[in-house]
């Protein structure tokens, strides 16, 4: 796993041993960056469920302004901050050791980008989705990323948001939400 382009472009990230952590293959992270690139530079971004901090590094890389990750395990939380370091980007990022519901229930900032790439086996998109259009953290023309496995249906529509098709890459599907 690597930073694709940018200033970190080339460097390789730290991942986690064993399966509690699913990083975003790098296919579908080029796709998806792809999709995003003119709405990266400047951007204040939350990796809300940030794993390894890929997708929040990949836009700090490309121009992000800021971001903060999010995770409620340590080590997860341990991984970011030594990614950040190898990237050289600790000084554009802030890791957050919390339960995502938490997070959005406390959160004052406003952000352009949020990431939502959430354990597969459960409801968390749905519910971090439903949190966030209802405290209204997504600045206008924000966009919501949303990514889940082939199968899993996300049929949420929200008042004030458009939702952009599913774009399918394997076993992946993302969606995007954008705050009108």
Known sequence: MRVITGKARGVSLKTPDGMLTRPTADRVKEALFSILNFDIPGANVLDLFGGTGQLGIEA?????RHAVFVDAREEACKLIQENLRRTKLEGEGRVVRSDYLTYLNRCTERYNIIFLDPPYGEDFLETALKRIT?????????????????????????????????????????????KM
């Open 134 to 178: 209802e405290i209204d953290i997504l600045q206008s023309d924000g966009i919501i990323v949303t990514e889940r496995p082939l199968g899993k249906d996300l049929s949420m529509e929200f008042d004030g948001y458009t939702r952009s098709k599913d774009y399918k890459y394997g076993k992946t599907l993302l969606a995007l939400y954008r």
């Open 60 to 64: 700090l890389s490309r121009g992000a």
